[in-house]
């Protein structure tokens, strides 16, 4: 196992019109389990692919444990790669693929087969494993080249690539505990692939969100969800994501068409975003600071809890409220934007948050 560590990795695939990976510093840090998360087309799989060697970068080094191996081929990183599709020898036995990186790598048998049968049984393959590849299912034959990808134990990391996307979704769930079960025994350094928010949070400890090639926030599922350092991150995680309010920050007061709303410290003047998870916007009858009157929209009854649609001048705003709390569209409301929980926002990135308004600092 090795620190994993990119130094102004950039990839492009046109000669330098756009940025695939744009250039990024970053180290994968041994024996985590992390999750690399984003939008199709942001790049994940560029980033896995230079970690892996099946890519050179265009810019940057590539460090494991602090040996440059950006020009080694991927047979000489110690890495194994699981892709988005099954990729196994067909006519082998499931045994025979399980016990194939073991084997080319001169294991002694015995261990071969304890390795196997440790990985077989984790991923409920013993059924199987005298069958030839080539008859399972894809779903199935996806788990052996999971197996294959996590049975040798002394591997640099496993790189996983959207690996359960041909998996039926009810086998995803369990598959993804067997999954972190494997690492806690392990303790391989995972990267796991993935644009499903879910799918992130539950089996990474960090998680790593990316965006048009570039890393905009990594940190634990509750720092992401919390505190999020990025509008982007805002958006991508949480259902429904991060509100976003346009406003204007002057004389330390922010004002969101011409109303004030809360007060933003020390941030020079000028337009910014509020930005509010709807799980933290109160609603009620009183005015609170800070906060906004708002006129409520609609309600989505979703049954362990309400959304409530308002708006704050013309700007749409979400909050989660308790099933059944009472809201009418049409009805007035006060909505409270917690102090510690509504961050304010320039060029998408956080940059302090929204305070109360002191008494008649409302001007
Ligand atoms: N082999 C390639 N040649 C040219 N462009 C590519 C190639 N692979 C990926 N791209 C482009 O690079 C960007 C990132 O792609 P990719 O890393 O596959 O993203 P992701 O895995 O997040 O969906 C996309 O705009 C994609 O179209
Ligand atoms: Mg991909």
Same mark, same amino acid.
């Given at each position: 196992m090795a620190d994993i560590r990119l130094e102004g990795v950039g990839h492009s695939y046109d000669g330098g019109r756009?940025?695939? &990976?744009?250039?990024t510093t970053w180290t994968w840090r041994s024996g985590r389990a992390y999750a690399l998360l984003g939008?199709?087309?942001?790049?994940k799989t560029t980033l896995l692919n230079i970690i892996s060697g099946l890519l050179t970068p265009t810019e940057g080094r590539v460090l494991f444990d602090g040996r440059?191996?950006?020009?080694?081929?991927t047979a000489g990183r110690n890495i194994a790669q699981v892709f988005q599709f099954p990729v196994l020898?067909?006519?082998?036995?499931v045994y025979d693929n399980l016990a194939f990186p073991l084997r080319n790598r001169r294991h002694p048998k015995k261990d071969v087969d304890r390795r196997v049968r440790e990985v077989s049984r984790l991923l409920g393959l013993d059924p199987v494993?005298?069958?030839?590849?080539?008859?399972?299912d894809p779903g199935r034959q996806q788990i052996v080249c999971l197996g294959r990808g996590l049975v040798?134990?002394?591997?640099?990391a496993v790189l996983l690539d959207e690996?359960?996307?041909? &998996?039926d979704p009810a086998l995803k769930w369990t598959l993804r505990s067997k999954l972190k079960e494997i690492h806690r025994d392990t303790g391989h350094t995972l990267i796991y692939v993935t644009h499903d928010q879910t799918e992130a949070l539950t089996f990474a400890d960090e998680v790593v969100v990316v965006n048009e090639g570039a890393i905009v926030q990594a940190g634990e599922p509750a720092e992401l969800f919390l505190?999020?350092?990025?509008e982007f991150v805002g958006h991508f995680?949480?259902?429904?994501?991060m509100n976003v309010l346009p406003a204007e920050l002057a004389g330390g007061v922010v004002r969101v068409g011409g109303t004030a709303v809360g007060a933003g410290g020390e941030l020079p003047e000028g337009p910014v975003r509020i930005g509010v998870r709807p799980e933290f916007v109160a609603v009620g009858g009183a005015p609170a600071s800070p906060g906004a009157p708002a006129r409520v929209t609609g309600v989505d009854r979703m049954g362990a809890y309400d959304l409530v649609h308002a708006v704050v001048g013309d700007h749409p705003v979400i909050a989660r409220t308790?099933?059944?709390?009472?809201y009418a569209p049409g009805e007035a409301a006060f909505l409270h934007f917690p102090a510690d929980r509504t961050f304010l926002f320039r060029d998408q990135v956080r940059c302090g948050s929204l305070a109360p308004l002191s008494e008649g600092g409302a001007g």
């Open positions: 756009t940025w695939a &990976v744009r250039p939008p199709s087309g942001c790049g440059d191996v950006t020009g080694v081929p020898y067909e006519e082998m036995s494993l005298g069958r030839r590849s080539r008859r399972l040798r134990p002394e591997v640099a690996p359960l996307t041909v &998996v505190s999020p350092a990025h995680i949480g259902s429904p994501g308790e099933a059944g709390a009472g």
